[in-house]
């Protein structure tokens, strides 16, 4: 069974960092897209980046500039580089993989998922 499993969440005051990574566990072959999500209480999930095999990003408008996502295929671990935290990033972020996918990662059916790790934020 594959395993997605985030850590790093936490309590952060704006204008803070943080690293979300996430382990991933018999996944194979290698997935082509891994990306990051979050939702927020009483709103829809949102793709907030994504990375491909060949390490190509793209990013949410929202977080443009002040995160970034990269991967570490030889430990099978997804990442995510927080800066200058907003109240706005507080939400539950998932990282997530393809499977049997090869093209836009931004626009592709991610088939598994991790549990989630809370990110808050206060002003």
């Known amino acids: 069974q594959h395993q997605l499993v985030e850590s790093g969440g936490g309590s952060v005051q704006a204008g803070r960092s943080l690293l979300l990574s996430c382990a991933a566990s018999?996944?194979?072959?290698?997935?082509?897209?891994m990306g990051w999500f979050r939702q927020a209480p009483g709103q829809e999930r949102e793709g907030v980046a994504h990375i491909t095999l060949r390490e190509v990003t793209t990013y949410a408008d929202s977080v443009k500039g002040r995160f970034i996502i990269s991967r570490d295929n030889a430990k099978d671990t997804l990442y995510l580089h927080m800066n200058d935290l907003k109240p706005e990033d507080t939400a539950m972020y998932y990282c997530a993989t393809t499977r049997d996918f090869i093209g836009p990662c931004d626009h592709a059916e991610y088939a598994i998922w991790g549990q989630g790790i809370q990110v808050t934020v206060s002003s």
């Open positions: 018999r996944l194979s072959p290698t997935p082509f897209c």
